[in-house]
Structure formats: C-alpha cells, structure tokens
DNA sequence: CATGGTCAAATG
DNA sequence: CATTTGAC
C-alpha cells in the first residue's frame, strides 16, 4: 500500500537569514540577505528572507545587484576563516534544530543543515490507540490542504474516519507536525514550514506550496491536480538532466503528463530502474524509506580556484590543503567528541585546467593535519604535476568519510558490534592497501592487515584471523564477536544487571586503569573491578614492549618516503602492528577472550592449532590471567552482582548509582576520564612531524601518565 | 576567477 | 574504488 506511512518534511524557512536574525536583535523584520565573500562585487547571496524576497531579491545574485533592488536590505557576511566561508554558524543552529526533532521519533533522516524527514506512522498510530485523536481547526493554525480548505478537510476525515482511514492519519499528522514545527521555535526560536504526506517525495513537494511557517497536507486522491499544474522539474529528482531528458524525450512539461505513458513505453526509452520509478512518481508512489541519520556520513571542506586563481605553484597548493586539512580537523574533532566515532578514510579531490574532477582515496587513522597535507601533496603531484613540473588547480578538495564508532563505547553491544565493524573496514582497507601500496601514499600500507602476497594469490590465513571470526556465514557460539553473541552471552548467563552498569564496568576498564594500575602494583586497593585487574595483569607486558619501543622514531621509523606509523610486535600473536592500530588490535584480543569465557584464556585462535608457541611474555600474564579468573565474562558478572547487592550512594557527577566500597574508585574514573580526554586533544593538535604516533585509547593513556 | 561549498546516492 | 548527478 502506498498510504500505509505518514511523512513530514521539516524545512527551516530561509534558515540562514534567521540564524542572523536571531543573532542581531534589530535585524528582526528588515529585508535582509546573507553573503559569503563579500568583497566582489558584494559578495555572493547564498539566503534571503521574506521582506527581501518582497522586494525582488533572489539567490544567485551578487550583494550590489541586490542592494539596487533593495537599497535599505542588510547583507549579513559570513565570516571567513582560513580563506574560506566559515558556515559553522549554521551547522550548529542546524544541529540544534535536529536535537529537537528526535525527541519526536528516531524515524529521522537529515536531509541537509536545514531539512529533515521524520516518519511519524508510529505517532500517528499511538494516538489513535490511545484514543488521543481528536482533531479540531485550532490543532491546524497554520495548515493548508491540497484541493480543499482546511476546514472541509478536518470535517470530511472526522465524519468518514472509517472510511477514509488514510486521510484522518494525514489530518492527525497534521496536528503532530503543528506541535514539532511549534516545539522547534520554542526551543531554538526558528520558525520553519512542513509538508505531510505518505511518502518523501510528495511530503517535499508539499511543504515549498505554502511558506514560510506554513505546512501543507496533501491527501492522496489530490495528487493528480496538484500534479496537473506542478512543473516536472519541481520533483525531487527531476531538477537535472534526467528532467530535461523526460521534458525533451516525452514531450510534456507538467508532472501529470507522465501518466499517458505506460511502464513499458516508459521503459523503451529509459533504463529499468528509472523507468519504474518514474512511473510509480507519476502516480504520487514512493516507497523511499526515511533513513534514520542524525549524522553525516562525510565531513568536506573544498574550494574552487577558477580560472586565474589556479593554484600554479606547490607552495599555494601546500598552503591551501593545509588550510583545508585544518578546517576538516577541527570539525573531526568535534565530530569525534559529539559522536564517539572516527573516519577511517579521506578522499582528495582536485580538478585541473577544464577536465572533470578527480578524486583519490586512502585509509586514515589519525587525525593529523600534517599527514593529511603531506599525503595531499603527494597525490595532487602524483596526478597533477605538468610535464615542466607546474600546476593549474582549479579545484581542491578534502573530505573524510567511512566513520565507524568510536571504541570508547558506551555499551556493551556496541563494544562488540565495533570489533565487528572495524574488522569488516579492515578487509576493505585491505584492498585499497593493495593499490596504493605500491605508490607510497596510503597511511597504513605496511599494517598487518595488508594482504602479503602470495603466488597462487589464495587468501593468507595470517591475516584471515583477524576477520574470520566476525563472518555471518560462520557464526558460532564461540567464534562469533557481534552483538547477538554478546548478547545471548549476557543471556546465558542470566544476568540482571542494567546496561548503565555494564556501561560504568567498560568505561571504568577505559578509564580508571593507569590509576588503579599503579596502586594495584603497590598491592593497595583490593577492590578494583574485573577489568581493571584483568587489564593491569594482562597488558602489561604490551605496555612494557611499547615502552621499550618508544624510541623507534630514530631507528626503524626514519623512511624519507614513508610516512607511516611504527610498528610493534603483539606478544598475544606475534603480529607486526602498526602503533596506532595496536590498542584496536589489543581490543580485538580482549574481546576475543571475553567472548570466548572459556577456562583456558588463549588469546590467539592461532595458540589453539598446531601452530608454534608465542614467546614468553604470553606466558607470563597467561598464568597471571588463569589464577585470579578462569572465566573472565562469568567474573565479571558476578563482580557486578556483588557491587550491586551493596548499599549505594548516587554520583554528583553522572547521577548514578555506585556502591559505597566503589566511591572512591568511581570519582577517580570521572577524573580519569577527563584527563583522557585531554590527552587524546593534545596528541590530535600536536603538529607532529616525522615523529612517532602515540598510540591512542588506554595504551596512550598509560604511557602518558606513567612517563610524567 | 565569478554562486560556492557541502552533502548523499547511484553507477560502472 | 572513482565518477556523475542532484540538491540545498
């Protein structure tokens, strides 16, 4: 059915104007525009508001043509920072907005800084469960309806609401996008326009009808009229060449048109896909689903050179990558503290001359501005360098994408989900490490999970360990690391314990450590967790080679042409790995051990073979591991019941509850955490040089605190 | 120089 | 993976 679903599109009404708005109080009411690089001939025009758009200003022209349609219009500038319109303004009152919308449902896909999808079917049905569903003309204030007045149309649903079940919903999720667009201006003081209908496409055509602060309904039996008069290229899709094509190949301007065609001459002169595609649209049929995302899934900063203004010179095209590399860092950044996740790639885009853009792509795992550059630099003279060793960029580009959340996770499932998911991003990395291996651009080429190659080109079981374990086809009760497993797992174990306290347990296993570490040693506080002892006794020895090999910057790490990471030898499975890797690579093997809750803590599926013993310092915490836990994950559980059956007092600092014996322990975790995080910044805006990468996580951590 | 800079998705 | 398209 295509009426099954209600969908609202939000859509902020000249939402730059109204960030400058809100900003300058006496700017309220007044035509006014916003610019970006204002100094050519008033700067470009990028919003305008309503008492503007009155006077005949429009987008697409420059500051000076405006002010002569409108001498008294006030051109808010954007402000420019590295050379570049600096729209952060903007995003944040764009997130702002957003943080609004999901306290309505997590059925949300933004759309852009200023749009979002919400897919309120749920709501709606709520409602009427509840019985909380009628509809009055006040609940519809600011409501139009396609093809009938908004009175008739609330009179019509509530008389024949068994009837015309689809329309009543359409009128309730009226009243909810009324009570959102409502909710959005008391929070953030941004009035903004909706459109209600059953699918995407027609929800956005909708909500442009009436504007601003505005929504619009549109019943499905309207289509056909709204359609009869709406030209084809006001279609979401439509706007580009594909609506030029259709105009041109079928002969018609206005959407309805496409109705005198059938699915098979449609088909004849476009492809497959496009075919039955349009033809569903052309009958208001849009099965897109709304995407729930909060986030963008790729964070860019580029800039054109047209023209004269090419970058000619390595110097201009150093210097700008580094201002685009410095814009991207300061937003990952953010990113990564907002949304506990990391890019794990980045793309460099350039054009040259009138050829058509290009793009190359690598692995990244840092957020280091100086390698981001250097490696730039390397593509941009790898593709672009002209025979006499000039340039002409007229384009330049950086953007990092491929996030995968962040280790310091807040449960459990994603703690394992994340071993999951890096894993899988290794294979594909893999085969980017194969491409640009051979030219020396990648950041990871030498990682251990490059592919070595082989002769008859079979796969290298070495590397197959590190993601064997997370294939679908394959999953077992004791080979699996995803989250069913961990969560059966929790399951067979029969535990009550809340989420929060399995949070509180790996945040501690993150945090609290170094400390507790050092006082473990000096055999004070008996009551640390099962991760702190577990991590204490089992790592140990990884933090002793990492120590030992912390001067490596002098000796093996001194490549000119190579700028990577320098490596370290796991002592679990002997593997070669690259520093930054190396607390992902522990994680893998502290995961694997938890998962695994057997009696023998092996931590290489490796060990279980045939295959040759590992060296000593396995061993050692081997031993160390089996007499104070033979089975870590039932430890750790039971460590928890424990702790809960104690009387406890709620933290000033996360509200929580934490047990009186935990007090201490727990109040130096959020000191822990802080400092944490503080490491993790300096190591991020260090302009690190040819010099070795901290590892990051808790190894970092411990490193940085046991050397001060 | 002269909308420009950001995004997402489809496609080969 | 790189390119193209489309939209704000």
Request: glycine share 6%.
């Amino acid at each position: 059915m295509c009426t099954n679903r209600i969908i609202v599109l939000i859509d902020m009404d000249c939402f730059y104007c109204q960030v400058e708005e809100n900003l300058n109080a006496n700017w309220k009411g007044k035509p006014l525009a916003v610019v970006q690089y204002n100094q050519w001939r008033g700067g470009g025009i990028i919003a305008v508001n309503y008492p503007a758009r009155d006077q005949g200003v429009t987008r697409h022209m420059r500051g000076d043509e405006a002010r002569k349609k409108c001498p008294d219009i006030i051109l808010a500038k954007v402000p420019q920072v590295r050379g570049k319109a600096d729209i952060s303004k903007y995003r944040d009152a764009g997130k702002k907005v957003a943080d609004v919308l999901v306290t309505f449902t997590q059925q949300l896909e933004r759309a852009s800084v200023d749009e979002a999808y919400l897919d309120i079917t749920n709501i709606v049905d709520k409602r009427i469960q509840e019985g909380n569903d009628i509809i009055t003309r006040a609940q519809l204030p600011n409501t139009l309806v396609v093809g009938s007045t908004t009175e008739g149309f609330i009179e019509n649903v509530t008389q024949n609401r068994t009837f015309d079940e689809y329309n009543f919903k359409l009128a309730l999720g009226g009243v909810i996008a009324e009570e959102i667009r409502r909710k959005v201006l008391e929070v953030t003081g941004y009035k903004c326009s909706a459109g209600i209908a059953h699918n995407k496409i027609l929800a956005k055509l909708v909500c442009g009808l009436h504007k601003p602060n505005k929504q619009t309904i549109l019943p499905q039996e309207a289509v056909p009229q709204l359609y009869a008069e709406i030209p084809l290229k006001k279609v979401q899709g439509l706007g580009g060449k594909f609506g030029n094509k259709i105009m041109q190949r079928l002969g018609v301007k206005f959407m309805g048109e496409v109705t005198k065609f059938s699915q098979n001459e449609l088909g004849k002169i476009f492809d497959e896909k496009s075919a039955s595609w349009l033809y569903n649209i052309a009958r208001g049929i849009d099965n897109e689903p709304v995407n729930a995302r909060l986030v963008s899934k790729s964070i860019g900063s580029c800039k054109q050179f047209a023209g004269r203004a090419a970058l000619c010179e390595k110097q201009e095209i150093e210097h700008w990558l580094n201002e685009l590399a410095e814009d991207i860092c300061e937003r990952l950044t953010k990113d990564m503290k907002e949304n506990n996740r990391k890019a794990h790639q980045i793309v460099v885009n350039f054009g040259q001359d009138d050829e058509v853009h290009s793009s190359k792509s690598y692995p990244m795992n840092s957020y280091d501005k100086g390698r981001i550059v250097s490696n730039g630099l390397k593509i941009i003279e790898k593709y672009c360098a002209k025979s006499d060793g000039t340039y002409r960029i007229t384009f330049l580009g950086l953007s990092a994408g491929n996030f995968q959340e962040f280790k310091k996770g807040n449960e459990i499932t994603s703690f394992f989900k994340n071993m999951q998911n890096n894993a899988i991003n290794r294979k594909s990395i893999e085969n980017v490490s194969a491409l640009t291996n051979a030219e020396n651009i990648a950041d990871d080429n030498d990682s251990i999970y490059s592919r070595t190659t082989e002769e008859d080109s079979s796969i290298d079981t070495d590397s197959l360990i590190f993601y064997e374990n997370i294939n679908p086809e394959s999953v077992t009760r004791d080979n699996c690391l995803n989250t069913a497993a961990a969560e059966s797992i929790m399951n067979e174990v029969n535990c009550d314990i809340s989420r929060d306290s399995i949070r509180e347990e790996i945040n501690t296993y993150e945090g609290i450590s170094p400390m507790q570490t050092d006082e473990f040693e000096n055999n004070e506080k008996p009551q640390e967790s099962f991760f702190i002892k577990y991590f204490s006794t089992h790592f140990k020895s990884d933090l002793d080679t990492l120590k030992s090999n912390s001067d490596c910057e002098d000796t093996n790490c001194n490549d000119k042409s190579l700028d990577s990471d320098c490596s370290i030898q796991c002592s679990y499975c002997e593997k070669t790995i690259v520093s930054s890797e190396y607390q992902t690579h522990l994680d893998y093997h502290f995961a694997l051990n938890l998962v695994k809750n057997e009696s023998e803590p092996i931590m290489n599926p490796r060990a279980q073979s045939s295959r040759k013993k590992p060296v000593s310092p396995k061993k050692v915490s081997k031993k160390k591991v089996k007499d104070q836990s033979q089975k870590p994950l039932d430890a750790f559980f039971k460590n928890i019941r424990v702790i809960q059956d104690e009387s406890s007092e709620v933290c000033k600092e996360c509200h929580k509850a934490v047990p009186i014996s935990e007090l201490d322990i727990h109040k130096d975790y959020h000191l822990a955490k802080k400092l944490h995080f503080e490491i993790n910044e300096k190591q991020q805006s260090k302009g690190v040089k040819r010099k070795l990468h901290e590892p990051k996580g808790i190894l970092g951590f411990l490193q940085s605190s046991t050397t001060l």
